[in-house]
Every structure is written in C-alpha cells, then in structure tokens.
C-alpha cells in the first residue's frame, strides 16, 4: 500500500490527452512539491516533472504537472505510442521523514 | 555530464547481508550539493525508496532512511573512490529487486531524482 495513490491504469489513443492523478496528505503533497517520473521496462526511471510543474530540458511540452492541496497531476498531451510507459508521483514526507513513491500508473496507448 | 553505476553480486543467500556501490563520475559525492539516494523496485511492483546521504568536505554526514527498512539498512561514503554503498541485512525473498543509485537534490526538491544508475537486480535465493 503506497502513501501516495495513483490509478493502476490508463489508456488513450494517439493524439488524445491523458492525466493521471496522485493523491496524498498534509504531510506529503501538501507540504512539499512533487516530482513526476517516467519508467520504461529495463531502463532507469526519467525525470519528467520536478516542482510539481516544471520540465526538465529535452522534455516535451506536451507533459505537464499540477498541484492543487493535497493532490497533484500529471498530463500528456498528444499521445504518442513512445509514451507508453510506467508513471510515477513522488515527493517527501514530512511525517515520515523519508521519500515516498505513489504505486505507479501504466500508461497504455490503443 | 553527471553518471552513476551500481554494482556488486547479483545473488545474495536468505538471511546475508546485501552490499552495493554506486560509483558517482561527473559530481562529487563529498561536495554537499546533493543527497545520494538508493531506490529499489521488486519485480512487478512500483518503486520504494531505501535511503539517501548527504555528506560535505566539512565534515557533515546525514544519513536518512525509509522508516520500514531503517532497522536493516546501512548507506555508508568511500570519500577516495567517491562511491556511497548500501548495506542491506538479514535479507529475504521480499529484497529481491532491482536497484538504483540516484542523485537527489536539495531542500525543496529532495525527490528530484535528476541523474539515476542503470539499476541492479539483485536476487535473494539459496
């Protein structure tokens, strides 16, 4: 059970928009700003997000991050099947005083 | 331009001590600018963080731990060679994973994972 919670799955077509939503607490996202990654099979985790909604250079501007109170989002743009991937919240607990992961939401493009 | 490699066995036997080194190239380990994280993900499931440390050329050295690991985790710096190691004990089937060194920033973004080693897996098996 991951402190931070993301849908297992989600799906759209090429060209379409997909979010995918995390959700925490006051000790978490409220109170420190999230880090979205992007995992591939057999590779490392890439920085997508940082900041709750900044990119890093040579991230498309079709990914975008937001955060409102105690969630945050993650939003693709112009699907492309490259996208599919395995997607990841993080951010740090101040209750816990470590990192935490949200569950991860695979990314499917039909 | 930053690179982090992880190495060390790929199986360890069921209630040994799991070791391994990321050797940091393009950044230092000592210079205080950055936390240096280990994050592990088991086959099938999503990615926990194990731990991190911050250490500077003055001397400061902060290890933090993943609460529900902290009992068995030890991540320790070799200055000379700048590598961070991870030491994992009494170790069962449940730490049988992939795992990554990461670089991690400062206050404010201490998830921002920017540089990550190519991961390990690691399996516990006798």
């Known amino acids: 059970q991951s402190v931070l919670t993301q849908p297992p799955s989600t799906s759209g077509a090429p060209g379409q928009r997909v979010t995918v939503s995390c959700s925490g607490s006051s000790s978490n996202i409220g109170s420190n700003s999230v880090n979205w990654y992007q995992h591939l099979p057999g590779t490392a985790p890439k920085l997508l997000i940082y900041i709750n909604d900044q990119r890093p250079s040579g991230v498309p501007d079709r990914f975008s991050g937001a955060k409102s109170g105690t969630s945050a989002s993650l939003a693709i743009s112009g699907l492309q099947s490259e996208d599919e991937a395995d997607y990841y919240c993080a951010t740090w607990d101040d209750s816990l005083n470590g990192a935490v992961f949200g569950g991860g939401t695979k990314l499917t493009v039909l | ?126």
């Open chain 2, 1 to 126: 331009q930053v690179q982090l490699q992880e190495s060390g066995p790929g199986l360890v036997k069921p209630s040994q001590t799991l070791s391994l080194t990321c050797t940091v190239s393009g950044d230092s380990v000592s210079s205080g600018g950055y936390y240096w994280n280990w994050i592990r993900q088991p086959a099938g499931k999503g990615l926990e963080w194990i731990g991190r440390l911050y250490a500077s050329e003055n001397g400061n050295y902060i290890p933090n731990y993943n609460p529900a690991l902290k009992s068995r985790v030890t991540i320790s710096r070799d200055r000379s060679n700048n590598q961070f190691s991870l030491h994992l004990s009494s170790v069962t089937a449940t730490d049988t994973a992939v795992y990554y060194c990461a670089r991690g920033g400062q206050f404010g973004e201490w998830t921002r994972y920017d540089f990550w080693g190519p991961g390990l897996l690691v399996t516990i098996s006798s």
